[in-house]
């Protein structure tokens, strides 16, 4: 069973561009998550989907951050436009169904960096 | 709002020095701790979870306990295979996400 991918792996962009992050879920997991983890502090969360449907983004710092899921298969992350503090790993994480346990299984991340 | 400390921030130990990692959480309604092990320049590699107070699971040299307030990863006789940074989450309330600590960095020099 292949595991969760994200791309790319390293993006650099200049402040005040556009970036698109990828993460492509675990076959069957209807559940995808995004977090983030900024130098020194702890992995956060940004949202969750539920097949199509953002069920939490409690998380999104703020409206220049848009996540979507079209059709409930791969989902991506847009940053527009991308500030200094913006910089981090972005990691992408799925599960099964929420019956039993939770287990988030999560990809190798897109680490961004804005200068 | 969840809370989860972790510590040491690092522990070095010599091949075979068996220790434990604590991580002290504050949550309402834990729904689950998690255990992850992350390497370097990877994502977070998924190790146990732990649902009530009592429980305990073992996967080779690592054992996790948990009791009302804290869990324990115990790791035995650790090898160099097993440095990485350790880190705990738990996942509570009518929500799905995970709250992580800021993790342990295990060293084990042979």
């Known amino acids: 069973e292949a595991g969760v991918t994200q791309f790319p792996s390293h993006s650099v962009i200049e402040k005040g561009q556009t970036v698109t992050l990828r993460c492509d879920p675990i076959?069957?997991?209807?559940?995808l998550y995004w977090y983030r983890r900024v130098m020194g502090k702890e992995i956060k969360f940004l949202l969750h989907f539920v097949k199509e449907s953002k069920q939490d983004e409690s998380g999104m710092p703020n409206n220049r951050f848009l996540a979507e899921r079209t059709g409930g298969t791969y989902s991506t992350l847009k940053v527009q436009p991308a500030e200094l503090e913006d910089s981090g790993v972005y990691f992408c994480?799925?599960?099964?169904?929420?019956?039993?346990?939770?287990?988030?299984?999560f990809g190798p991340g897109t680490r961004l960096t804005v200068l | 709002e969840d809370q989860v400390t972790q510590s040491p921030e690092a522990l070095r130990l010599q091949e075979g020095e068996s220790s434990s990692l604590n991580c002290s959480y504050t949550v309402s309604g834990l729904r689950g701790l998690f255990w992850y092990r992350q390497d370097p320049g990877k994502g977070p590699e998924f190790l146990f979870t732990l649902y009530s107070a009592g429980e305990e699971k073992e996967k080779e040299r690592l054992k996790a306990t948990l009791t009302k307030k804290e869990s324990f990863l115990h790791i035995t006789a650790p090898k160099p295979e097993d440095s990485a940074t350790y880190l705990c989450a738990v996942n509570g309330g009518s929500n799905y996400k995970l709250t992580f600590g800021k993790g342990t960095l295990l060293t084990v020099n042979p």
């Open positions: 994480a799925s599960s099964r169904h929420f019956t039993g346990s939770n287990e988030q299984f």
């Open positions: 076959s069957g997991h209807d559940n």
